[in-house]
C-alpha cells in the first residue's frame, strides 16, 4: 500500500502561481510512477501530468503543457506540482496518484489516490 497526502491547494487569483506537494509513504520502493489528476466541479477527472519515479521521465496532457511543472524529491519521497498562469478553469481538485506497475506506462490507470486538495481560481 501507498499512501498519498496532498498539500498545498487554496485560493489565488487569475495569472498566480501555486504549488502543491504530495507525500507518499507505506511501500514507497515499489512506485513506478506518480502524477496529478484534476477533477472541476460537474465534470469527471482528467489527467493532468505523470512523471516516473526512477528516471524522472515526464508525460503531460496536451493542454497543461506550458504552465504546469511536475517534479520529485526521491529522498523525501516528495511529489510536487507547479501552477503558473492560472485561469478560473483550473478550478478543481487536484490529486495526487501512483501506480506500482508499468503498465500503459506513465499514463492511467493510476493505484493509489490522495484525498485530493481544492484548487480555485477568481477571476
Known amino acids: 500500500q501507498v499512501q498519498l497526502v496532498e498539500s498545498g491547494g487554496g485560493l489565488v487569483q487569475a495569472g498566480g502561481s501555486l504549488a502543491l506537494s504530495c507525500a507518499a509513504s507505506?511501500?514507497?520502493?515499489?512506485?513506478?510512477?506518480m502524477g496529478w489528476f484534476r477533477q472541476a466541479p460537474g465534470k469527471e477527472r482528467e489527467f493532468v501530468v505523470s512523471?516516473?519515479?526512477?528516471?524522472?521521465?515526464?508525460y503531460y496532457a496536451d493542454s497543461m503543457k506550458g504552465r504546469f511543472t511536475i517534479s520529485r524529491d526521491s529522498a523525501k519521497h516528495t511529489l510536487y506540482l507547479q501552477m503558473n498562469s492560472l485561469k478560473p478553469e483550473d478550478t478543481a481538485v487536484y490529486y495526487c496518484?501512483?501506480?506500482?506497475?508499468?503498465?500503459?506506462?506513465?499514463?492511467?490507470?493510476?493505484?493509489?489516490w490522495g484525498q485530493g486538495t481544492q484548487v480555485t481560481v477568481s477571476s
Open positions: 496518484a501512483a501506480k506500482i506497475n508499468s503498465i500503459g506506462g506513465l499514463r492511467p490507470p493510476y493505484d493509489y
Open positions: 507505506g511501500r514507497t520502493a515499489s512506485t513506478y510512477a
Open positions: 512523471i516516473m519515479w526512477s528516471g524522472g521521465a515526464t
